[in-house]
């Protein structure tokens, strides 16, 4: 079992930039893939970005490609996500997701595919 802390959230004006931070306890972090996910009211969650146990390969939605950057470091079981030029349609609540896996091979970007969720983080893009 795992437990996923997300921090970072915040008010940031349009064009401005954010890190998020996931915090993982319980277990070695290294043995899972992560992702990060957003929600906005009256929306469906959306997968963002997710990256394999090692870090070694990425994946990302379509609406953050090119802005937004997952990373992990194993050694301090987190993993992050760099948001840039964010947009007034980034507000959401931000959750950080992780599965248990054993190679890199392959991504998740379901949110079935993941059984560990953080408690969320709010970013807040203001106009």
């Known amino acids: 079992q795992v437990q996923l802390v997300e921090s970072g959230g915040g008010l940031v004006q349009a064009g401005g930039s954010l890190r998020l931070s996931c915090a993982a306890s319980?277990?070695?972090?290294?043995?899972?893939?992560m992702a990060w996910f957003r929600q906005a009211p009256g929306n469906e969650r959306q997968f963002l970005a997710t990256?394999?146990?090692?870090?070694?390969?990425?994946y990302y939605g379509d609406s953050v490609r090119g802005r937004f950057t997952i990373s992990r470091d194993n050694a301090k079981n987190t993993v992050y996500l760099q948001m840039n030029d964010l947009k007034p349609e980034d507000t959401a609540v931000y959750y950080c997701?992780?599965?248990?896996?054993?190679?890199?091979?392959?991504?998740?970007?379901?949110?079935?595919?993941?059984?560990?969720w953080g408690q969320g983080t709010q970013v807040t893009v203001s106009s």
């Open positions: 997701a992780g599965a248990r896996q054993w190679t890199d091979t392959y991504y998740r970007t379901t949110l079935d595919g993941y059984n560990y």
């Open positions: 319980g277990r070695t972090a290294s043995s899972y893939a």
């Open positions: 990256i394999t146990p090692s870090g070694g390969r990425t």
